[in-house]
């Protein structure tokens, strides 16, 4: 018994077949034309599935054209915070809302431009009924956002 029979517990295959160590085949012009044309099937299949792949991606694709001192708002993630590198992706234009101008003199940044958020008053409680759990969530406004932004 062959080591890797004795391992796997089947028989050798290879891409020109499945056999036995101990067997012995010709290996003529016709293997080698069949593995030939089974190469140029699998190529084709790839180049269409490459193809298809591809339409997807330039129907989600858009040209973006800027001019110096335009405005963006950069998507970011809680978790992952901001990095010196993103993708272009990441940018959305932005339209101007006093809304979204921030008070400094409230918040105080850090070395790493983060803040730590103070929790103010209490809104509202709530408990959970899971299957054999209760969870209590509570809804807390932070300083310097209005009660209608307050976060559970």
Same mark, same amino acid.
């Given at each position: 018994?062959?080591?890797?029979?004795?391992?796997?517990?089947?028989?050798?295959?290879?891409?020109?077949?499945?056999?036995?160590?101990?067997?012995?085949?010709?290996?003529?012009? =016709?293997?080698?034309?069949?593995? %030939?044309?089974?190469?140029?099937?699998?190529? +084709?299949?790839?180049?269409?599935?490459?193809? *298809? @792949?591809?339409?997807?991606?330039?129907?989600?694709?858009?040209?973006?054209?800027?001019?110096?001192?335009?405005?963006?708002?950069?998507?970011?993630?809680?978790?992952?915070?901001?990095?010196?590198?993103?993708?272009?992706?990441?940018?959305?234009?932005?339209?101007?809302?006093?809304?979204?101008?921030? =008070?400094?003199?409230?918040?105080? %940044?850090?070395?790493?431009?983060?803040?730590? +958020?103070?929790?103010?008053?209490?809104?509202? *409680? @709530?408990?959970?009924?899971?299957?054999?759990?209760?969870?209590?969530?509570?809804?807390?406004?932070?300083?310097?956002?209005?009660?209608?932004?307050?976060?559970?």
């Amino acid at each position: 018994m062959a080591p890797f029979e004795a391992l796997y517990g089947r028989r050798v295959c290879s891409p020109i077949g499945c056999f036995k160590p101990d067997e012995t085949r010709l290996y003529g012009t =016709d293997l080698v034309k069949d593995a %030939l044309e089974k190469i140029k099937l699998i190529q +084709e299949q790839l180049h269409i599935a490459q193809s *298809r @792949q591809k339409s997807y991606a330039n129907q989600k694709a858009r040209d973006l054209s800027v001019m110096v001192g335009e405005k963006f708002l950069l998507k970011v993630s809680p978790m992952k915070g901001v990095h010196p590198v993103f993708h272009v992706s990441m940018l959305r234009r932005y339209h101007a809302d006093r809304s979204h101008v921030l =008070d400094y003199n409230m918040t105080q %940044l850090d070395e790493s431009l983060g803040y730590e +958020e103070e929790h103010i008053t209490i809104v509202d *409680r @709530q408990v959970l009924q899971l299957r054999s759990k209760k969870i209590s969530a509570v809804k807390v406004q932070l300083r310097g956002q209005p009660v209608e932004e307050a976060t559970w």
